[in-house]
């Protein structure tokens, strides 16, 4: 679905506003959950069942089909085959990877706002993703933490596709994300607790 100008800078206003909100209860970088959003959804061109994050559905939880392409090794692609997930293609990549197109389930939530919640989740408490927000909250890098993200720390990258991590860093610094996040900021002033 291609988006018109007017309904791309809505969207980004709903996603600036909910990583900001997100930012101020958490503590997870809205620049770089604004730009993660943006990748993965497309604008939120692609957000079934509220997810712009394609966070994999847990065992009961409500969910959706999708349709997704991931870069995996050939051990990973025999492990997701075990593992019963419906393969449709899969083609060799420079890099020794292979890009495979499979059907997942993926999470299904009420609103923005909780995949947001959710995504802020798995940075803060997910077994690959703790460390390196304990070490973001001390050293507080932006750019630091999207490096670990993508693998620089020796741990697994949040995501597979090679340039996932170049294109969130480039979105970060787009001025229209940065206008979307200083007014989404602005729009509702901090409050100190005790205050009104």
Aim: aromatic share 6%; proline share 7%; with cysteine.
């Amino acid at each position: 679905m291609s988006l018109t100008p007017a309904q791309r800078a809505a969207n980004l206003a709903r996603i600036a506003q909910a990583a900001v909100a997100l930012e101020r209860s958490r503590q997870v970088p809205a620049e770089l959950c604004t730009a993660q959003c943006i990748v993965e959804s497309a604008w939120l061109s692609k957000a079934p069942g509220n997810n712009p994050f394609g966070i994999k559905a847990r065992p009961g939880q409500p969910s959706v089909e999708v349709t997704t392409t991931e870069f995996l090794t050939p051990a990973q692609l025999a492990r997701v085959r075990a593992a019963g997930r419906r393969i449709l293609s899969a083609t060799a990549v420079p890099g020794g990877k292979l890009r495979v197109v499979l059907v997942d389930s993926f999470a299904a939530f009420p609103s923005l706002e909780d995949s947001f919640a959710a995504y802020g989740d798995l940075l803060i408490q997910g077994r690959h993703f703790r460390a390196r927000f304990a070490r973001y909250l001390q050293h507080r890098s932006v750019e630091q933490l999207l490096a670990e993200m993508s693998g620089a720390d020796g741990q697994p990258p949040y995501a597979t596709d090679p340039n996932y991590f170049s294109t969130v860093r480039s979105l970060m610094q787009q001025a229209n994300v940065r206008a979307a996040l200083a007014a989404a900021r602005s729009a509702v002033p901090v409050t100190s607790p005790g205050t009104s």
